[in-house]
């Protein structure tokens, strides 16, 4: 997992930089972790480091980019934080869910997360497993909205770089339009508009 997202981020770290051949160029990327509601708040800092680290794994990626961000999502949370005593009488942190089939629910730990370089032996012993939880049912109109885990946090940075690109285009092509036709300014827009956001889920 670590070579593949490794090759993954080397390849958007490429188009960060503009494509040699093609020209082409993203703005911006995030990647995600999804499923982060499945993982107690206390370990979920540790997600988003494992992810970075996995991201910047490849040779060509490990230079820091202001362009390229990570977070720790969850679309639909289905879960809550909670506290469990075990049997040493110590607090351990869990999340409380209902079993994907079930009716009830119960206290799950999905185990070690690390923080940042996983350790090959990590994958060969069951360290970590997701567990398997069905969404909460879902109450129609706007009093009841849909809960979510950090998904405002990642609109709101894709929104803002979409206001950033339309005030550069509106700049550019003012300026353009000065001393060109009509027809040269919108073609230049076009081109500007071309820029990508992208985002890598996870």
Same mark, same amino acid.
């Given at each position: 997992m670590t070579k593949a997202l490794g090759s993954v981020g080397a390849s958007y770290a490429r188009l960060l930089e503009g494509g040699w051949f093609s020209g082409q160029k993203i703005e911006r990327v995030a990647f995600a972790a999804t499923k982060a509601d499945h993982v107690d708040d206390l370990q979920?800092?540790?997600?988003?480091?494992?992810l970075?680290?996995?991201v910047e794994s490849g040779p060509t990626n490990a230079k820091p980019n202001v362009r390229r961000s990570f977070h720790v999502i969850s679309s639909v949370r289905c879960t809550i934080d909670d506290n469990i005593v075990d049997s040493d009488g110590r607090v351990k942190r869990v999340v409380r869910?209902?079993?994907?089939?079930g009716t009830l629910q119960q206290s799950f730990s999905a185990g070690f997360v690390p923080a940042g370089?996983? +350790?090959k032996s990590f994958w060969?012993? +069951?360290f970590f497993e997701m567990p398997k939880l069905q969404p909460p049912a879902f109450q129609g109109g706007d009093t009841f909205p849909i809960e979510h885990l950090n998904l405002d946090g990642l609109l709101v940075e894709l929104l803002a770089?979409?206001?950033?690109l339309a005030a550069e285009i509106?700049?550019?092509t003012?300026?353009?339009a000065k001393n060109a036709s009509p027809i040269k300014a919108t073609a230049r827009k076009s081109r500007r508009s071309e820029d990508q956001v992208a985002f890598h889920v996870a």
């Open positions: 979920r800092d540790n997600l988003g480091k494992t970075q680290y996995m869910g209902v079993k994907l089939g370089a996983v +350790p060969s012993q +069951p770089l979409l206001s950033q509106g700049v550019s003012a300026k353009n």
